[in-house]
């Protein structure tokens, strides 16, 4: 099974706007029995982030940057029923995008990777105020917090997030990841030892596992 022919048709398919060939790509996938891992990761997440990189660089539309991640929304949440574990282990993970981030998608991969390994994951999607995230962390008193950042320009606001956190809970563990987080990782990592950046999905399986 070729994953770069698989991901060239998975993206092409979001940017004609075709969710019914996206939704049969994926599921095809999943009938052959390739681990939820690499579907993320090798087809999905590959094509997301070419699609971002021709939305900043002006080569498509924000329309359709827009409808591409609606179709892949709509497909995820068609395999969840088939990927969240039936056995439960009572840990609770927070994952959300932070303030001023429009994308969800990446943190919506992650909540299903804990899933997966039966946490339950509080997913909230984008754009969380930071004060409704520490109230809601107060409130449910997870064993993690999870935080996605997309767009580089927003890392201020991450790392703001992580102030207040630990402001709030200076013994709360956090996990950062998301492409916006690339280039300025080490800096985080380095004002924040206990802050654990995770570089993909496969690096978060394993590190579930390890905690689970």
């Known amino acids: 099974m070729d994953s770069n022919n698989i991901s060239g048709e998975f993206l092409q398919s979001l940017l004609a706007g075709n969710r019914h060939v996206s939704s049969q790509i994926i599921g095809n996938l999943g009938i052959a029995g390739l681990p939820v891992e690499d579907i993320y990761e090798k087809i999905i997440r590959k094509s997301l982030y070419n699609i971002g990189d021709l ?31 039936k056995t439960r282990n009572n840990k609770t993970v927070i994952v959300a995008s932070v303030e001023n981030e429009a994308h969800q998608i990446g943190i919506k991969m992650v909540a299903d990777i804990f899933e997966m390994h039966g946490w ?60 916006g987080i690339r280039t300025g990782r080490k800096e985080i990592q380095l004002k924040y030892p206990d802050v654990l950046y995770i570089e993909d999905l496969y690096k978060l399986d394993v590190f579930i596992k390890k905690i689970s």
Not at 68 to 84: F, K, P, Q, W
Not at 131 to 140: H, Q, R, V, Y
Not at 159 to 171: D, R, V
């Open 55 to 85: 939305w900043e660089s002006g080569k498509i539309s924000v329309a359709t940057e827009h409808l591409a991640s609606a179709i892949v929304e709509s497909v995820l949440n068609e395999m969840y029923s088939g990927i969240i574990s």
């Open 120 to 179: 339950n994951a509080l997913f909230l999607g984008a754009n969380v105020p930071t004060k409704d995230l520490i109230s809601f962390m107060e409130d449910i008193r997870p064993d993690f917090i999870g935080l996605s950042l997309s767009i580089s320009f927003n890392i201020s606001t991450l790392e703001s997030t992580i102030k207040c956190i630990l402001a709030a809970n200076p013994t709360m563990k956090i996990l950062i990841g998301g492409q």
